[in-house]
């Protein structure tokens, strides 16, 4: 039986795994550390140094899996159960083609489970966080919960999350990327398990390019020349730049900003390091400020990004690219897809200049810093609460059913189609990659990106770092309340604070 509730619209590699010497000789040429990917397996039937747009096409559609023989290995398909289950799904600003896939999970496991009643409730993205704390506080949590990849470390340091991991559900830690693993990792325990792991790319109106007589096919290499083009685009057309985000409390600040930050050098604490330890704090760091100055530089002096961008999130910006009036933004490969949808929505002239727009639309890697490429290894991993915080007695096997379904290469592939990557790796070599590859424009761009991806600091302060303190930080120099020197300064003081527990 399946019961689903929603704030929201209701939501419609055998074993591919990444070697050392090479995923190690990879992040080195990358500029970033080798700690960016951890050891796994040699025996791993792909070639990380192959890792790019073209070999990501060649591996998908090598591999055939069976999601309810694997998993009737963990528990039979007709056990008896009832589960409690929280997530963030799509919402109305989402491709029809995510609510599709989201109903068809729900009803494929209906199908492979029919005897577990399954009580779902998608909340939103800005309120789930909050919702979640107070009903882990009263007793109240749901038994299963998919959260954004920033937000699990709270719950396991408090001791609300029950010790679970790939291991659990049949599968190994090395069929995830290192990083999710890191992500799902407090105090040596693992809690939870990679549903889907994401990499933006860098995204360019091609014909405003030409406006502003750049290369239309040709990408900003650095941060530099985003800025250098900004200002020139601006000059030229008098169409806003580059789609700057700095809304305070919003996950999209962080998601834009830090690869900015860990591609100049710098850093909220030392997570982009080789070996972080978590306890050095590199906001006000000679990187961390340059990249800063870059947000200052095209806010303040140049005024080349939307005045707007103090409070914009991604969905702000989606206007004014879709009217031709901003030429550069950082974006999941689903943009293009939400863009296309919008243009086919639009009547008239308007139809037909979206259109044009959308024509215009290229994909690139994220620029180059100082330090090299770098993208937030972002995503979300599903998390079984501890039997103390749930309302009701936990069942365990009807949570390791769910999670066997939903990390599956099947699932993990299906419910990331058109916004992020599989979280399970064997995933990526299934028949429903090749036909998302097949069918999403700038998928391969995106996916390319994965070798590049830093995880958020895996510490319970994180979600405030990087939803609080680094936006404050933006707004304090954007709005010139402080100087880029004593925003970074302050920031500094905030994170001492906050892991001093002031």
């Known amino acids: 039986m399946l019961k689903v509730s929603s704030t929201n619209r209701i939501d419609c590699f055998r074993r591919v795994l990444l070697g050392r010497s090479a995923a190690l000789a990879l992040f080195a040429a990358a500029g970033l550390g080798a700690a960016t990917v951890a050891a796994q397996d040699n025996d791993t039937g792909v070639d990380i140094n192959s890792w790019s747009p073209e070999y990501v096409k060649e591996i998908a559609g090598t591999l055939e899996v069976d999601t309810a023989a694997e998993c009737a290995d ?57 919702k979640l704390r107070t009903a882990a506080l009263g007793n109240a949590a749901p038994m299963v919960a998919r959260l954004p990849i920033l937000w699990g470390v709270e719950f396991a340091a408090k001791g609300q999350l029950s010790p679970f991991g790939p291991e ?34 860098f995204i360019w109106n091609a014909g405003i390019f030409e406006e502003a007589g750049l290369d239309p096919e040709k990408a900003p290499e650095t941060w530099d020349d985003v800025v250098a083009y900004s200002n020139q685009i601006k000059e030229k057309t008098g169409k806003s730049g580059y789609g700057l985000v700095a809304r305070v409390n919003a996950g999209n600040t962080p998601f834009r900003f830090m690869p900015v930050m860990w591609a100049e050098g710098g850093g909220a604490l030392d997570e982009a390091d080789d070996q972080p330890t978590y306890d050095n ?6 990187g961390s400020r340059r990249a800063l100055q870059h947000a200052y530089d095209m806010y303040v002096r ?7 961008a103090l409070t914009n999130t991604q969905t702000e910006n989606q206007d004014p690219f879709l009217a031709n009036q901003l030429a550069m933004v ?25 259109e044009k727009v959308v024509s215009n639309m290229r994909y690139g890697l994220i620029p180059k810093g100082e330090r090299g490429r770098a993208v937030v290894f972002g995503g979300s991993n599903i998390h079984v609460f501890n039997p103390d915080n749930v309302d009701g007695e936990l069942d365990m096997e009807a949570a390791k ?52 991806g830093i995880p958020f600091p895996v510490i319970p302060e994180s979600p405030e770092i990087m939803n609080i303190i680094v936006p404050e930080m933006m707004q304090n120099a954007l709005t010139e309340k402080m100087t880029v020197e004593e925003a970074a300064a302050d920031a500094e003081a ?7 527990g002031i």
Not at 281 to 286: F, M, R, W
Not at 302 to 308: F, R
Not at 331 to 354: C, F, I, N, W
């Open 168 to 201: 659990d559900v049949g599968y190994s830690a090395d069929e995830f990327w290192p990083g999710a693993m890191k992500s799902v990792t407090w105090d040596g325990q693992t809690y939870g398990v990679p549903t889907n792991n994401e990499t933006m790319g």
């Open 74 to 130: 963990v528990v039979p398909l007709d056990y008896d159960g009832r589960l409690t289950y929280w997530y963030f799904g799509p919402t109305d600003a989402s491709p029809e083609l995510e609510h599709k896939m989201y109903a068809e999970f729900f009803a494929a496991f209906a199908e492979m489970y029919p005897n577990i009643e399954l009580d779902a409730q998608s909340l939103g993205y800005n309120d789930m966080l909050n």
């Open 401 to 452: 059913a769910f999670i066997c379904f939903s990390t599956s290469p099947e699932w993990t592939t299906k419910l990331a189609w058109v916004s992020s990557n599989p979280g399970n790796i064997r995933g990526f070599r299934t028949k429903w990659m090749k036909e998302r590859l097949d069918t999403i424009k700038f998928l391969d761009v995106t996916t390319s990106m994965l070798p590049y």
């Open 494 to 500: 905030k994170i001492e604070s906050l892991r001093d």
């Open 302 to 308: 140049d005024k080349s990004v939307p005045v707007s």
């Open 281 to 286: 704090i590199y906001i006000n760091n000679v």
């Open 330 to 354: 950082i974006a999941h490969p689903s943009e293009y897809g939400t863009m296309l949808d919008r243009a086919a929505q639009a009547q008239g002239e308007d139809k037909v200049a979206a």
